[in-house]
């Protein structure tokens, strides 16, 4: 089998790779060679390598940067998926897809679900949403994951802006009033991993009795003061000294940014239980894996 990974060189790509490697034969093109940002080469790219899966990670994620670059959000994260789905439908290649709890307006406590009703606050989140949409408009076989607050030992996230941001200065000052579920690209790679059937002839028989949108997320939820409290406190309980001595919990308006983020970005995962059999890890379970490689790393 052929497998069509693209955004090998971000977080849940890079850590997927090696995964589906041990699998199957993985074609990563570089972000050149598969440019998500001119979808209309992408169907010649596709008949090029001919793959009997496609998996896509890549996505314009800068959020507030989307703001200002809606027409270039827009082609990468929905008019590229829509022509990826366009070629796979006829031809029966499912797809693996990757969305996000901003697709949400944020409203309520409760968990989303996967057939929510949507109302993204951003343009980053309108553009993701619209790739869900085309993806499902046109006919392919696929599973949509929607994960949420994404990060890893390695690359630009959260977790790595404040292991620098806590080892520079005395206070912290971290938003307390948006809640979710940290996710590592582990536990994203290690879930999708284990959708995928080993047996090839069983691969599109998966995607048409279990396709269609599931929440993928680790357990539990806290806020962005309780996943950067948890950072810290995680690392110098590893023996990391960092000078750091306050993390004050502020509102969101406290913290202005350009685009606007959803309050509540829970997301069920029953369907992930139940269509999958996958119970995910709590996101403590999670970030010790993480914290343990960063500290290995320095």
Not at 14 to 35: C, I, K, M, W, Y
């Amino acid at each position: 089998m052929r497998i069509l990974l693209t955004g090998a060189a971000g977080q849940v790509g890079g850590t997927l790779l090696p995964l589906l490697r041990e699998r199957a034969d993985v074609v990563a093109p570089s972000r050149e060679q598969f440019d998500l940002s001119r979808p209309d080469e992408l169907a010649d790219r596709l008949d090029s390598i001919k793959p009997h899966l496609i998996v896509n990670p890549a996505a314009y994620t800068a959020v507030d940067r989307a703001e200002d670059e809606r027409e270039l959000a827009f082609r990468v994260n929905a008019e590229a998926p829509a022509a990826i789905a366009r070629w796979a439908a006829p031809r029966g290649v499912p797809l693996v897809h990757f969305s996000t709890d901003y697709v949400f307006d944020g409203s309520g406590e409760s968990p989303w679900r996967e057939n929510s009703t949507p109302g993204p606050l951003s343009v980053y989140g309108k553009s993701k949403l619209a790739g869900d949409l085309a993806i499902a408009e046109a006919g392919s076989l696929h599973v949509i994951a929607r994960t949420s607050w994404v990060y890893a030992a390695s690359g630009a996230n959260f977790l790595k802006t404040i292991v620098r941001l806590a080892g520079e200065r005395e206070q912290l000052r971290i938003v307390a009033d948006q809640i979710g579920a940290p996710t590592s690209a582990h536990a994203i790679a290690q879930a999708v991993v284990a959708m995928l059937p080993r047996n090839d002839e069983e691969l599109r028989g998966m995607f048409e009795a279990r396709g269609g949108v599931v929440n993928l997320v680790c357990a539990g939820e806290t806020s962005w003061h309780g996943f950067a409290t948890a950072i810290v406190s995680g690392l110098q309980s590893r023996g990391v000294s960092f000078a750091v001595k306050e993390i004050v919990p502020i509102r969101s308006d406290e913290f202005p940014v350009k685009a606007k983020r959803p309050a509540n970005s829970r997301l069920d995962v029953t369907r992930l239980r139940e269509r999958f059999g996958i119970a995910p890890p709590s996101w403590q379970h999670a970030l010790d894996r993480e914290l343990d490689a960063l500290k290995a790393a320095i």
